[in-house]
């Protein structure tokens, strides 16, 4: 019984070896892809490459500018922090927006890991963004060129987080505009 046992251990230490492995690639393939689109963004050919990886469907636009995101923040690449990514480049973009120091505290305080998700990643990105709800549609311009914009109160969890990663690329989009 006991050897049995010992073989069902050896047996199970090897899948999750096996399987962490294969999961680490993919954080490793996020890398190297982001590495490589903010290399080839800096040639003059730029421009015509971006339009090809749309138009065959390999990624689309705002999934090349959160790669860039991620390709452009030097720390997720330190042993220390890439061991602990999330598999996601979504999860990851919104880890690129963090402060070195931010990222650090959260390795101390051990809540960066790979099962760290992409909700979570977005509130430590924007722990300021506040929802409000008023009816469907009102845009509020306030002082200054703000703009309060208000989500119905029926809409669904997968709606808002499809809205709130369509405002993060805004950000990215046009450069000193915040969320609070």
Do not use: C
Request: glycine share 4%.
């Amino acid at each position: 019984m006991l050897e049995k046992e010992s073989k069902a251990l050896v047996i199970t230490s090897e899948a999750v070896s096996n399987i962490t492995v294969a999961w680490n690639k993919t954080v490793e393939a996020l890398l190297e892809t982001s590495s490589l689109l903010v290399s080839y963004s800096q040639q003059g050919n730029w421009r015509s490459i971006k339009l090809e990886l749309e138009s065959r469907g390999i990624m689309g636009s705002s999934v090349i500018s959160m790669m860039l995101g991620i390709g452009n923040n030097e720390h997720l690449r330190k042993p220390e922090v890439k061991s602990l990514l999330p598999p996601s480049y979504s999860a990851l973009y919104q880890l690129s927006k963090l402060d070195d120091d931010v990222i650090d505290v959260k390795i101390e305080n051990e809540e960066l890991s790979p099962a760290l998700t992409v909700e979570q990643a977005r509130g430590w990105a924007h722990p300021l963004r506040t929802v409000t709800t008023r009816p469907a549609g009102s845009l509020t311009r306030l002082p200054a060129d703000q703009i309060t914009l208000s989500i119905p109160f029926g809409m669904n969890s997968a709606d808002k987080a499809s809205l709130i990663s369509d405002l993060d690329q805004l950000l990215v989009k046009y450069a000193g505009v915040t969320l609070k």
